[in-house]
T-cell receptor, first 114, second 113 residues
């Protein structure tokens, strides 16, 4: 099946710094990628929809200036958490949609902000 | 927007018995209902899905049913095994519209030896 990778798999950073997370579709092209956040023992909450070559669409309550999304190519989307704070500590998961409309999830990135 | 409710939040079954997880959705336009298994520290993995033009689908020990009228769908796992222990999420999506996948809150399944 199609493979989606995320890098890094985990990251620890100091409060106030910015962190970039990459989401790549390894063997297919993805015009659309989705970013989710999952707090411990909770469900996945959709943060934003990332479309290649255009601005991301954010869900209600998600700050676009804090969570910067760039989808510069058909195989790569990045999420940058700017000025991270401890409450941003979470498991960030991306998914990528192929040309058939099927979505494949990445393995997730655990962010810990000290 | 779509809202997906999932029950129970925790389920313990004896190895070899069956497990059933139930979900409801609110948006009648939803037409795609995937189920995911998530193990600790990993991303969700699709285990089975069903589309709105089908009432039931089976894949070995796993089956899903869909009642469009009632907006209910269920996951059935038979002959449960220790490796079935995980968190299971139901979800709903509208394919060929925005394709957003909206997740239920999850069910933590424990298979007891």
């Amino acid at each position: 099946g199609a493979v989606v990778s995320q890098h890094p798999s985990w990251v620890i950073c100091k409060s106030g710094t910015s962190v970039k997370i990459e989401c790549r579709s390894l063997d297919f092209q993805a015009t659309t990628m989705f970013w989710y956040r999952q707090f411990p023992k909770q469900s996945l909450m959709l943060m934003a929809t990332s479309n290649e070559g255009s601005k991301a669409t954010y869900e209600q309550g998600v700050e676009k200036d804090k969570f910067l999304i760039n989808h510069a190519s058909l195989t790569l989307s990045t999420l940058t958490v700017t000025s991270a704070h401890p409450e941003d500590s979470s498991f960030y998961i991306c998914s990528a949609r192929d040309t058939q409309g099927e979505q494949f999830f990445g393995p997730g990135t655990r962010l810990t902000v000290l | 927007g779509e809202n997906v409710e999932q029950h129970p939040s925790t389920l313990s079954v004896q190895e070899g018995d069956s497990a059933v997880i139930k979900c409801t959705y609110s948006d009648s336009a939803s037409n795609y209902f995937p189920w995911y298994k998530q193990e600790l520290g990993k991303g969700p993995q699709l285990i089975i899905d069903i589309r709105s033009n089908v009432g039931e689908k089976k894949d070995q020990r796993i089956a899903v049913t869909l009642n469009k009228t009632a907006k209910h769908f269920s996951l059935h796992i038979t002959e449960t095994q220790p490796e079935d222990s995980a968190v299971y999420f139901c979800a709903a999506s509208t394919k060929n519209r925005d394709d957003k996948i909206i997740f239920g809150k999850g069910t933590r399944l424990h298979i007891l030896p």
